[in-house]
């Protein structure tokens, strides 16, 4: 019965992967739930399995239920899971509509980088030294970059995961947490972190100077098309459609931000915050 009772669940998870693949994420996340509740408590494999129910279950739209899914996946992960699960619901919970909770949960996750969650209003000037900073320095390119180590690379996504995702309730504190991302992957991050920077500041830079911040993203989507990151080009397109929609041009706007929404499906499914706002 054991046996069997194991079967079962590899030919749900299987059919799970197989409707995910097809963005069939209701169906997904119930084989998913399926397979969990078959799941022997002692299964090694449930944690990744809860981790597969609540990612389906965001992409289907249930953001806060998917969220407290990954937590509870997060208790029984190993370290690097874990942490990746915790930002992931933080994130989902902020953006989803329980910012109570994911506040705490990206408080929780910053302290554990050494950064804490600015509040507004005590961010405004802080930001404003920040980006006056960022904006003396002329940005570097990338040539040489390496893939920073893993602790490095794992500070470096909490930064622009919280922080984009905080920028929804409070621009300062998420531009502020943005902004640290962006200096610190321009100076050591690797290829993926710098032109993710460089899409990022051409977005900020936009926002008070349309045609600077233009110029930055078109030398900003040359690199990501060099280091062929879908996901830098994606963010891109979702700072045109920003720049676009600024000065008016609703159709040139509508046409980057499908673009942007098409291709961070494609590189990067997991980033809910810049599929919906795009």
Same mark, same amino acid.
């Given at each position: =019965?054991?046996?069997e009772?194991?079967?079962?669940?590899?030919?749900?998870?299987?059919a799970? !992967?197989?409707?995910?693949?097809? $963005?069939?994420?209701d169906?997904?996340?119930?084989?998913?739930?399926?397979a969990?509740v078959?799941?022997? &408590?002692? #299964?090694p494999?449930?944690?990744?399995?809860? @981790?597969?129910w609540?990612?389906?279950?965001?992409?289907?739209?249930?953001?806060?239920?998917?969220a407290?899914?990954?937590?509870?996946? *997060?208790?029984? $992960?190993?370290a690097?899971?874990? *942490?990746e699960?915790?930002?992931?619901? *933080?994130?989902?919970?902020?953006?989803?509509?329980?910012?109570t909770?994911?506040?705490?949960?990206?408080?929780?996750?910053?302290?554990?980088?050494?950064f804490?969650?600015?509040?507004s /209003?005590?961010?405004?000037?802080?930001?404003?030294?920040?980006?006056?900073? @960022?904006?003396l320095?002329a940005?570097?390119?990338?040539?040489?970059?390496? &893939?920073?180590?893993?602790?490095?690379r794992? %500070?470096l996504?909490?930064?622009?995961?919280i922080?984009?995702?905080? &920028?929804?309730?409070?621009? /300062?504190?998420?531009?502020?947490?943005?902004?640290?991302?962006?200096? =610190? =992957? $321009?100076?050591?991050?690797? /290829?993926?972190?710098a032109?993710?920077a460089?899409a @990022?500041?051409?977005?900020?830079?936009?926002? +008070?100077? /349309?045609?600077?911040?233009? %110029?930055?993203?078109?030398?900003?989507?040359?690199?990501?098309?060099?280091? !062929?990151?879908?996901?830098?080009?994606? +963010?891109t #397109?979702?700072?045109?459609?920003?720049?676009?929609?600024?000065?008016?041009?609703?159709?040139?706007?509508?046409?980057?931000?499908?673009?942007?929404?098409?291709g $961070?499906?494609?590189s990067?499914?997991? &980033?809910?915050?810049?599929?919906?706002?795009?």
């Amino acid at each position: =019965a054991a046996g069997e009772g194991g079967r079962a669940t590899e030919y749900l998870v299987d059919a799970a !992967e197989r409707a995910d693949a097809r $963005l069939a994420f209701d169906l997904a996340a119930s084989l998913y739930e399926r397979a969990v509740v078959l799941s022997p &408590s002692d #299964d090694p494999r449930r944690p990744s399995r809860l @981790m597969q129910w609540g990612r389906a279950t965001i992409h289907a739209g249930a953001a806060v239920r998917g969220a407290r899914l990954l937590l509870e996946a *997060a208790e029984e $992960l190993p370290a690097p899971e874990r *942490a990746e699960a915790r930002v992931l619901a *933080a994130v989902q919970l902020i953006a989803g509509g329980s910012p109570t909770e994911g506040l705490a949960g990206a408080a929780e996750v910053l302290a554990h980088h050494g950064f804490r969650v600015p509040a507004s /209003p005590t961010a405004l000037i802080p930001l404003a030294w920040a980006r006056a900073r @960022m904006r003396l320095w002329a940005l570097p390119g990338i040539a040489g970059a390496v &893939s920073p180590e893993p602790r490095e690379r794992a %500070r470096l996504d909490t930064l622009w995961r919280i922080g984009s995702a905080i &920028s929804v309730l409070d621009v /300062p504190a998420g531009a502020l947490l943005v902004t640290a991302h962006n200096r =610190a =992957a $321009l100076r050591g991050g690797g /290829p993926r972190e710098a032109t993710r920077a460089l899409a @990022m500041e051409a977005i900020l830079t936009g926002a +008070l100077e /349309p045609g600077r911040g233009m %110029r930055q993203l078109e030398y900003a989507r040359g690199t990501a098309l060099t280091v !062929e990151d879908g996901y830098a080009v994606a +963010l891109t #397109d979702f700072g045109r459609a920003v720049l676009e929609f600024n000065a008016g041009r609703l159709s040139a706007a509508l046409s980057f931000a499908e673009a942007a929404e098409a291709g $961070l499906r494609g590189s990067a499914p997991d &980033s809910i915050w810049e599929i919906h706002n795009a």
